[in-house]
């Protein structure tokens, strides 16, 4: 599967039938809801409950992938009428997964790890509607150059941003801006966590009407 792959069903729905379907986004992230709230549409917050236990010898690309599209299909069973958006994002340091740290002494390994290199952060996105037979997923890969950061700068940057639910240990949004040295992406929003071009792109796919 190619960055820029999608794979949506060949029974897309009509827009007149989209504005009759409810809209769900598969995610207890703050960060997600934020973002989906720019596009106006009203849309409801599900918890997928999904594990997301990486398996042996997944990539973090493939992990990304795979996780979108599992919290999509497992709100989707549950509410089969709705157009419902899953996501997932794995920070990808030469191959090897970095999830969310869940603490200080996490996050300071983390951030230890990568400055000075290139992580590319996998950000995937799932849209699934369960009653119309439409399922599409994509990827949206932001490559980030960290700074060459002191043990010090480290410290204070955690202790003032504590971003231990980011991918990563690094929240762009906020104060992590200041870790780093190059951002490349063709949609800027991928690296919160969701990325709002591909997300367009897919809803209007799926027949969702968007200005």
């Known amino acids: 599967m190619s960055d820029h792959e999608t794979h949506p069903s060949p029974l897309p ?4 039938q989209a504005m009759a379907r409810p809209l769900i986004l598969g995610s207890t992230s703050r960060y997600r809801r934020e973002l989906m709230e720019r596009l106006g549409l009203p849309f409801e917050v599900v918890a997928p409950g999904v594990d997301e236990t990486p398996l042996p010898t997944e990539t973090p690309r493939d992990l990304a992938l795979r ?7 497992a709100v989707a069973r549950a ?10 994002q794995v920070a990808d340091l030469a191959g090897q997964p970095l999830g969310k740290p869940g603490s200080h002494e996490r996050a300071v390994e983390q951030l230890r790890r990568m400055r000075g290199q290139t992580v590319v952060f996998q950000t995937a996105l799932a849209v699934v ?17 960290f700074r060459d950061l002191s043990d010090t700068e480290i410290e204070r ?10 991918a990563g240990s690094a929240r762009s949004e906020g104060l992590g801006i200041a870790l780093l040295a190059r951002i490349d992406s063709d949609d800027p929003t991928a690296l919160i966590g969701l990325p709002l071009i591909r997300t367009c792109q897919l809803l209007r796919a799926a027949g969702v009407e968007l200005p």
């Open 13 to 16: 729905f009509t827009p007149r």
């Open 79 to 88: 509410h089969p009428e709705a157009v419902v958006i899953g996501s997932d």
């Open 129 to 145: 509607c369960e009653a119309a037979g439409f399922e599409a997923v994509e990827l949206a890969p932001v490559r980030v150059v």
């Open 67 to 73: 996780l979108a599209l599992a919290k999509a299909r």
């Open 157 to 166: 940057y955690l202790r003032l941003e504590q971003p231990y639910d980011c």
